[in-house]
């Protein structure tokens, strides 16, 4: 393998085009979108392996991921930083698979219900991004800007990176299992906060305060199946109601922006050879709400998959 083209600019695509260039190829992004124009740019992008199974190999690359994104927190331009947190549990028997991935945990407590506390790395998105893709193209890199319709479409190389979340499975032509998680977030100005919390079993709904330098990320919804990218305001009431009952001083703080996302949803996360097509193609797609938390971890199978320079 020399030239890989790789189909997508979100924070899967850049890892995967880091590493392949890393690991010695010549490496061509192509995507109609900046990753902070497209879903990655809405995440709260805090650790953890939501809306995806905890398999072996989904843990396995989260743990990878934790400890690079733990390396690159100390260094202030990436906009990583370990921050300490809850994840809540209304479940009598939780699954705590997740833990493994994660250096030390212990119980806790928050408002009566019971959860785990650790630290885990939390990505400052836009400027987590904008290093990201300067770091790509500092290593030659090149990125285009097009829409890809189909494989046949791209320009020549060796080899084919499918990493273009939701549309990458209309790409492939052989997946019937992707779909959209629809996600909805509001962010509110930062009273002092610096711990995460999350509450994904709140009977009122998916619920998480993540405290960002200059503001709070607050949600949030887990809409399978909807396509609808519209701010909805009585969604957005629901979240600042729940998120101001988890945490008192988020009340009254003001609204600084809002977003929608279609997370990309699929029974499995697919990271594999793609039989069928006219050059080695594969397949690196359906993280769910997990892009971030697996994102050096399966770019480094892709990496590996597709083998030396």
Do not use: K
């Not at 299992?177 to 509110?188: D, K, N, S």
């Not at 949030?220 to 909805?232: A, H, K, L, N, V």
């Amino acid at each position: 393998m020399g030239s890989v083209t790789v189909v997508g600019a979100g924070v899967i695509g850049l890892s995967v085009a880091y590493e392949l260039a890393v690991a010695g190829h010549e490496v061509r992004i192509v995507a109609d979108r900046e990753a902070v124009d497209g879903v990655s740019g809405v995440a709260a992008a805090i650790w953890f392996p939501h809306d995806v199974d905890h398999s072996p190999s989904v843990l396995d690359a989260a743990a990878v991921t934790y400890r690079r994104l733990e390396e690159l927190a100390g260094n202030p331009s990436t906009g990583v930083h370990m921050r300490p947190g809850t994840v809540l549990s209304r479940h009598p028997d939780p699954d705590t698979g997740w833990t493994r991935a994660v250096p030390h945990t212990e119980p806790a407590e928050w408002a009566g219900t019971t959860g785990i506390r650790c630290v885990v790395p939390l990505v400052e998105t836009s400027t987590y991004l904008t290093w990201l893709r300067a770091a790509v193209l500092s290593l030659g890199v090149a990125a285009d800007r097009a829409e890809v319709t189909s494989l046949a479409d791209l320009p020549p190389s060796d080899a084919v990176v499918v990493a273009a979340g939701l549309r990458s499975a209309a790409l492939l032509g052989d997946d019937q299992a992707c779909f959209p998680i629809r996600g909805q977030v509001v962010r509110l100005a930062n009273p002092g906060l610096t711990e995460w919390i999350t509450d994904s079993d709140n009977p009122d709904g998916l619920t998480y305060v993540v405290p960002r330098r200059d503001d709070v990320v607050c949600g949030g919804t887990g809409e399978i199946g909807s396509w609808d990218e519209r701010i909805d305001p009585d969604i957005e009431a629901g979240i600042l109601r729940r998120v101001t009952a988890l945490v008192p001083e988020l009340a009254g703080q003001p609204v600084l922006s809002r977003a929608t996302g279609l997370r990309p949803g699929r029974a499995g996360v697919r990271v594999e050879a793609v039989a069928g097509h006219d050059r080695p193609v594969y397949a690196c797609y359906g993280h769910g709400g997990a892009g971030f938390t697996l994102s050096w971890g399966d770019a480094a199978r892709i990496a590996t998959l597709v083998g030396p320079a």
